[in-house]
């Protein structure tokens, strides 16, 4: 203190303050990494400087900057209950009336989770219970949990663990990983976790391809638009496309029907029905034509093996909804498409039964049906009496007018043996429904007679006697040995003939019988058969020479002419004569020739001197 004063004058007393600057503060903290929740004591303490002094606190970030959380007197900051947001740097400023000083960074690293996780999914899709994927496709989980320090992941299939790590991917996710998928959030400081749970539906297209069709309805009166697609996850949207402005469009899943009066549709229309699926990049069609067939039903009648049953068939392929054909108006046998068929065991009460199909579709607009009689075979032949000259081949006809069912005509021979058709003897020819027999080589005694067609079906059996009559040939003229001589060494023998009378004929035959010479005084011939020795002899020859002879053995020889089969009455019987006595013409002969030979040698010694005269004058 100063005090100064004049005489007589009272004293002035001045006060004097000194004042002092802050220096730089100290700052402390109690805790640096506190669990979130607890309290946080900050003191920040500066030891010199003329008070009062005012705090600033400040805390500094990376992405807030800088920022003044606290002023006042108080050299304390408390966190209470300090949490995740308070993490960051701080700083305290001292400020008196002289200056202010800054203290350093002190670093607050407030530890804290796991927060419950959060799960996202790419590419992004949900479903009704969570999210969803489609098959095949690539997938993407991603989970994070707010922590501090980080978390550690694990992943659970249905509480089984998969992997570990902030992401789960599946390269083709395929159905069979529908389910629930865990992240597990592991804080390995504070030994705390959390976990969320969520559902992931992986959708999948059903299988095969949409389908399209038409189908009766209402008693055949209405035609029902059919689009089915069923399966697959979640269940396919189909509607029918519009044909025109009235109509309505309803969506189904699964499937979709509309009704359309049949009457009211053109031939050959066609609707397309329009399909939704997730798995889908755009929605797909497919389409069916209503489409009312040209012609008719087409009946018919055949019976099994043995015709122990018959089988009807009606058939009209083709068409949108198909045809549907009945029997007797659906009294016999079932409904059915395109083509019903009908098997029964028959009897002979079917004979003449008629048989009725009616042919069922929305579009047909007057009844239509065909129809089909039963009838037991009806054999008729061109010709009941067949005549042929033996030798040739018959002809003999049946003819099957009518079978329902079909049959086929079996042949019996004059001794009513079934025919077999690959026989030598005959032969049958089937063209339609005629069957021609042919009797090959006919013999006049063997083939003449009654021979018989048959023929059966279920219903009933019919037969047809057809004659035939085989005629020989005329017989042929009577024949006569005229020369009938041996050969020198009796090996051979000469044989001419001639014929008497009026006929034709074909050719002859020579027949000879053969007997044994018998040691007994009195001659004997032992008779033997006749052997033919040489047919097939030109009916324009006389003549024929025999060998092979046995000097040994007497011969007799017979001529028998030949009409085709029919054998003329054989010549009579002769024995061939010894050849004559033929020296004296080998004699006169022998002479001639010599006779020759002498003059041929003199005329030709004659002309050899004629052209050589010089040397012989």
Request: charged residues 20%.
């Amino acid at each position: 203190m100063c005090v100064a004063w004049k005489v007589n004058l009272p004293p002035v007393y001045i006060d004097l303050i000194v004042l002092v600057p802050v220096v730089t503060p100290s700052l402390k903290i109690d805790k640096e990494k506190p669990i979130e929740g607890a309290e946080v004591y900050m003191t920040c303490t500066a030891e010199v400087g003329t008070r009062p002094i005012t705090y600033i606190w400040q805390r500094h970030t990376v992405f807030e900057g800088s920022f003044k959380v606290q002023e006042g007197t108080d050299n304390m900051f408390v966190l209470s209950p300090v949490t995740r947001e308070h993490t960051g740097w701080y700083t305290c400023t001292v400020r008196n009336v002289v200056n202010e000083r800054t203290s350093g960074r002190l670093s607050l690293d407030v530890v804290y989770g796991p927060d419950e996780p959060i799960i996202t999914i790419e590419p992004y899709a949900i479903s009704e219970n969570g999210f969803a994927a489609n098959e095949l496709e690539k997938v993407i989980l991603n989970c994070t949990a707010s922590s501090n320090p980080p978390c550690e992941y694990i992943w659970f299939y249905n509480n089984s663990q998969l992997d570990t790590g902030q992401m789960y991917i599946f390269p083709k996710i395929s159905r069979t990983q529908t389910g629930l998928y865990t992240c597990l959030a592991k804080n390995l400081h504070l030994n705390t976790r959390t976990q969320l749970t969520i559902s992931l539906t992986v959708y999948y297209l059903p299988e095969g391809s949409p389908n399209c069709t038409a189908l009766p309805h209402n008693e055949y009166k209405d035609v029902a638009l059919w689009c089915s697609w069923p399966g697959g996850l979640p269940l396919a949207q189909l509607y029918w496309m519009k044909q025109s402005e009235e109509d309505n469009i309803i969506v189904s899943k699964s499937n979709a029907t509309l009704i359309k009066r049949g009457t009211d549709l053109k031939n050959s229309t066609t609707f397309y029905c329009s399909i939704f699926h997730p798995s889908l990049r755009k929605n797909i069609t497919c389409s069916t034509t209503v489409v009312m067939p040209s012609g008719g039903p087409n009946c018919s009648a055949v019976a099994t093996k043995l015709n122990e049953f018959i089988m009807l068939t009606c058939e009209w392929t083709g068409g949108m909804p198909r045809i549907t054909l009945e029997w007797n108006y659906g009294h016999v046998g079932d409904i059915k498409e395109s083509s019903n068929i009908y098997v029964f065991k028959p009897d002979r009460t079917y004979n003449g039964k008629l048989f009725i199909c009616t042919a069922l579709h929305p579009m047909i607009t007057e009844q239509t049906e065909c129809h089909i009689q039963l009838e037991a075979p009806v054999l008729d032949s061109p010709s009941m009496i067949n005549s042929v000259l033996e030798g040739n081949s018959a002809q003999m006809a049946c003819n099957l007018k009518l079978a329902t069912p079909s049959s086929e005509i079996t042949w019996y021979d004059n001794n009513n043996y079934e025919i077999i058709t690959d026989s030598q003897k005959y032969g049958i020819n089937k063209e339609d429904s005629m069957s021609n027999l042919t009797v090959r080589e006919t013999e006049w005694g063997t083939d003449s007679g009654l021979y018989r067609c048959m023929a059966s079906n279920a219903v009933g059996n019919t037969s047809l006697l057809i004659r035939l009559n085989v005629n020989k040939y005329p017989t042929p003229p009577n024949v006569t040995i005229s020369k009938l001589i041996y050969s020198r060494q009796r090996t051979e023998v000469d044989v001419e003939w001639m014929t008497q009378g009026t006929g034709n004929l074909t050719g002859f035959m020579v027949q000879r019988q053969a007997s044994i010479r018998s040691t007994a005084p009195k001659r004997s011939i032992q008779t033997a058969p006749w052997d033919t020795v040489a047919s097939d002899i030109e009916p324009e020859i006389r003549g024929h020479k025999l060998g092979g002879l046995d000097p040994s053995i007497v011969y007799a020889f017979r001529i028998l002419a030949v009409n085709h089969k029919t054998t003329g009455f054989p010549s009579e019987v002769k024995t061939p004569a010894d050849p004559p006595n033929n020296i004296y013409p080998a004699a006169i002969g022998a002479g001639f020739a010599g006779m020759m030979v002498a003059a041929v040698a003199s005329l030709l010694v004659f002309q050899y001197i004629a052209r050589n005269r010089q040397n012989y004058p």
